[in-house]
């Protein structure tokens, strides 16, 4: 008997983290690369949300918080909800943890018995199928189209609901393909969702800042109220107000799940640090004028990266009007021959080539559960981003077909 449970031995760890790392350790050796793997804003914390975080240090707020976060954040979350998405919540009905993957996390925790499924649309974020393994349940994987801008379709997400499933996860605007769901999406969705009164929504709105043109992001408990006592909304500061290492996330839902939830991260994390809890507050409630300058150079980026890359032979990628991803399919490039002689049997084949020839780092579409793409991050400065798109040109210029 071995000392890893089954259920790990299941779970997968996160192929994102593990090229970002491998990038990390290339670079540690001398050679020069364009990461282009991870999902943090390249901005810094604004500065009036990091002098919020050195007051609550001399102030002396460096205890135990309450489990489900400070009043203080928790009112800031109610407002936030009620003034950005339409959302009535009491503040006994929010939640706050160690970002937004740790809401989710607790929120499976709470729910799932051995052999629940949770229905999710693919290309999806890394983490979801692991955290429902890691949480006991199945991962239902619903696959989206290029086509239809990879938004999940009513009729794929009737024929994977069973009398097992839980929970829907949604994530819009997505990682990794960018996809907005629109009003008239959501719309849709719900309208299935009637026809099954037991499987409840889990809304994964952390991109929801990140939206570009005339795009209008909204979630599934705005859209439609009559499910908002099965929808859970979680959201945070990470990617918004450039906070991923602060590590806060917030939920807000009906109040049976929100206490389990506190069951959950009350026997493990506690709570997210107290210094960030002030610092998030700030971020809430503090000057929002950032958030459209962010908003403004992810979309000019997101312009570049989408020309520049459309025009390299054998890639081609959709315009995504969320998130700061660009999901490229490369399935014309696989078959071809390296200069070094390897064939590029698969989408990972691809990406290692490209950290080797171009010194880009991606991550592979099969960590995604989407083979034959790669994901690329712009959230990188302009000259990195248009070095990064030339080098992949070159690398794939090299490509021959046997
Ligand atoms: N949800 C999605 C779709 C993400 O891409 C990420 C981060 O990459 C998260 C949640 C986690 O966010 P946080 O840093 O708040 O835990």
Not at 125 to 145: F, N, Q
Not at 182 to 189: A, F, I, Q, Y
Not at 341 to 346: I, N
Request: hydrophobic share 40%; charged share 20%; aromatic share 8%.
């Amino acid at each position: 008997m071995g000392i890893l449970s089954a259920k790990l031995s299941a779970v997968k760890p996160s192929q994102t983290k593990a090229m970002t790392a491998l990038a990390t350790s290339l670079k540690e050796q001398g050679k020069s690369i364009i990461t282009l793997s991870q999902g943090e804003p390249d901005f810094a914390t604004p500065e009036n949300i990091s002098r919020a975080a050195v007051a609550a240090i001399h102030a002396g707020h460096t205890k135990y918080t309450a489990v489900a976060g400070i009043p203080a954040l928790r009112e800031a979350v109610v407002k936030k909800f009620q003034r950005e998405n339409n959302l009535t919540f009491t503040a006994d009905q929010i939640t706050v943890g160690c970002g937004a993957k740790q809401l989710l996390f607790n929120a499976l925790m709470a729910s799932l018995d051995e052999g629940d499924e949770v229905v999710f649309p693919t290309p999806c974020w890394v983490s979801y199928p692991e955290i429902v393994k890691l949480a006991g349940g199945t991962p239902v994987a619903v696959e989206t189209r290029a086509r239809d801008g990879f938004i999940m379709q009513p009729a794929d997400l009737r024929a994977a609901i069973t009398p097992r499933t839980k929970w829907l996860m949604l994530n819009s605007p997505s990682n990794p393909t960018g996809a907005v769901y629109s009003r008239k999406n959501l719309e849709e969705l719900a309208a299935v969702l009637r026809e099954f009164p037991d499987v409840w929504v889990l809304a994964d709105d952390i991109y929801e800042h990140l939206v570009y043109g005339d795009v209008k992001f909204c979630t599934m408990a705005e859209v439609a109220p009559d499910l908002a006592n099965r929808t859970v909304t979680v959201n945070g500061v990470s990617k918004s107000y450039a906070m991923t290492g602060w590590r806060v996330g917030y939920a807000g839902g009906p109040l049976e799940i929100i206490k389990a939830m506190n069951t959950v991260q009350g026997q493990s994390t506690s709570h997210t640090c107290s210094i960030s809890q002030y610092a998030a507050v700030e971020a809430l409630n503090g000057d929002q004028s950032f958030i459209g300058k962010f908003r403004r150079a992810f979309e000019q980026r997101r312009n570049i990266v989408v020309k520049m890359l459309n025009e390299i032979p054998g890639l081609e990628c959709n315009t995504p009007d969320g998130a700061f991803y660009v999901f490229v399919g490369c399935e014309a490039l696989l078959g071809m021959t390296t200069p070094k002689g390897q064939k590029l049997a698969t989408d990972m084949d691809f990406a290692m080539y490209l950290m080797e020839e171009a010194g880009v780092a991606v991550v592979p579409g099969s960590g995604f559960m989407a083979d034959g793409f790669i994901r690329i991050s712009y959230a990188s400065s302009e000259d990195d981003l248009k070095n990064a798109c030339a080098a992949i040109g070159d690398a794939v210029s090299k490509l021959t077909r046997a």
